[in-house]
C-alpha cells in the first residue's frame, strides 16, 4: 500500500505544472477580453440595441394617434415617403448649409491658430488654455447670448453694422442670415477645441524643419504651406469628418436660436430647422415614432456616405502623393 501511495506521487507532481501552465494561457487568452468586456457590454446596452430598435421602429407605422399601429409593418415605405416630403428635403438643405457656412471657417481658423500658437511666444500656455474656453461653457448659455448678439432691434451685431450703413437685419427670418448667425455660434464653440487637436500634431512635427526652412529665407506663411499643412493631413482628415458628424447632428444651436412657440420648426417658416430638429418634431411633436426614426436612420446613413467619400478621397491624395 505505501508502494501504491509513493508510486502514485510522482504522477500528481507531474500533472500539477500542466494544469499550472493551462490556466496560466487561459488567463491570457481570456483576461484581454474581461478587461474590455464592460465597455463592449455598455455599447451594446446603449447604442447598439437603440439604434436596431430605431431601425426597426423606422419599418413600422408607430403613431400615437393610431391605436394598435406599434407592430404594424410598412417596410420602407417611409423612407419612400422622406424623398417627397419637401420638408425633410428643406431640413436636408438646411443641415447642409449650416455645415458648410460652419465647418469651413470653423477649421481654417483652427489651422491657423494653432499655427501661430506653436510658435515660441510669452505666455503661449495660458493662449492655449484660453483658446478651449468657449468650448467647455454650456451651449444654452452660448446661445442665447448670441441670440442677444444678434438681436434685430438691440443686438450689438446690428449695432455695429450700422455704423457702416447697414439697415438692421432680421436674422431669425431670413434663410441666409438665420444659416449666418448659427454657423457663428458653432464656429466660436469648436475652433478652439480643433485648434489644439491641430496642435497637438503640430508638436510631432521635427522642428528643425521649420528651422532649416527659415535659413533658407522661407516665410512663415512659405513654412505653413509647405511644412504644417502636408504634415498634418491625417489629422485634418479626423477632424473634417469629425466635424461634419456634428454638423449633420446639429441640434442645441438651431433649438434656441429660434423665439417662436415651437422651437423645433426652426423658425416660422422652417428657415433653419435641421434634421436633428426635424427628427425630434417628428417624435415629440408629432408623435409619429416610425417616421421620425426614419429620420433618424436617413441621418446615420447620410453620415456613413460623407464619412465614406471622405476617405476614399483622402485614400486617392495619399495615392497621389505617393
Known amino acids: 500500500m505505501a508502494a501504491s501511495v509513493s508510486a502514485g506521487r510522482p504522477a500528481r507532481t507531474a500533472r500539477a505544472p500542466v494544469a499550472a501552465h493551462r490556466r496560466h494561457r487561459l488567463d491570457r487568452t481570456l483576461s484581454p477580453y474581461l478587461y474590455i468586456a464592460p465597455f463592449f457590454l455598455v455599447f451594446a446596452g446603449f447604442g447598439l440595441f437603440p439604434m436596431l430598435y430605431t431601425g426597426y421602429v423606422s419599418m413600422t407605422n408607430w403613431r400615437v394617434d393610431v391605436p394598435g399601429s406599434q407592430g404594424q409593418w410598412v417596410g420602407l415605405e417611409n423612407y419612400r415617403k422622406l424623398l ?14 449650416i455645415g458648410v457656412l460652419s465647418t469651413v471657417p470653423q477649421l481654417l481658423l483652427a489651422l491657423v491658430l494653432a499655427h501661430l500658437l506653436n510658435y515660441r511666444m510669452r505666455g503661449r500656455t495660458l493662449f492655449r488654455l484660453g483658446v478651449l474656453l468657449p468650448n467647455v461653457t454650456s451651449v444654452a448659455a452660448v446661445t442665447l447670448i448670441f441670440v442677444q448678439l444678434f438681436g434685430r432691434d ?6 455695429t453694422l450700422g455704423l457702416f450703413g447697414v439697415e438692421h437685419i432680421d436674422w431669425q427670418a431670413g434663410t441666409l442670415s438665420s444659416w449666418t448667425a448659427i454657423s457663428a455660434i458653432v464656429t466660436w464653440r469648436w475652433t478652439g477645441y480643433n485648434a489644439l487637436i491641430f496642435l497637438a500634431a503640430m508638436q510631432a512635427v521635427p522642428f528643425e524643419l521649420y528651422e532649416a526652412a527659415a535659413i533658407d529665407g522661407a516665410s512663415r506663411w512659405r513654412q505653413f504651406r509647405s511644412i504644417t499643412v502636408p504634415m498634418l493631413r491625417p489629422t485634418i482628415l479626423f477632424s473634417v469628418i469629425v466635424s461634419t458628424i456634428g454638423a449633420l447632428q446639429l441640434f442645441g444651436e438651431p433649438m434656441l436660436f429660434g423665439q417662436q412657440q415651437d422651437p423645433t420648426t426652426g423658425g416660422s417658416q422652417h428657415q433653419f430647422q435641421t434634421l436633428a430638429l426635424y427628427s425630434y418634431n417628428q417624435f415629440w411633436g408629432r408623435f409619429k415614432y416610425g417616421y421620425g426614426a426614419a429620420v433618424s436612420w436617413a441621418m446615420f446613413l447620410l453620415i456613413v456616405v460623407i464619412v465614406a467619400a471622405n476617405l476614399i478621397a483622402a485614400r486617392r491624395m495619399k495615392g497621389l502623393d505617393a
Do not use: E, Q, R
Not at 84 to 93: E, G, H, R
Not at 154 to 159: A, Q
Open 154 to 159: 438691440y443686438g450689438l451685431i446690428n449695432w
Open 84 to 97: 417627397d416630403d419637401p420638408f425633410f428635403l428643406n431640413a436636408l438643405k438646411n443641415t447642409v448649409g
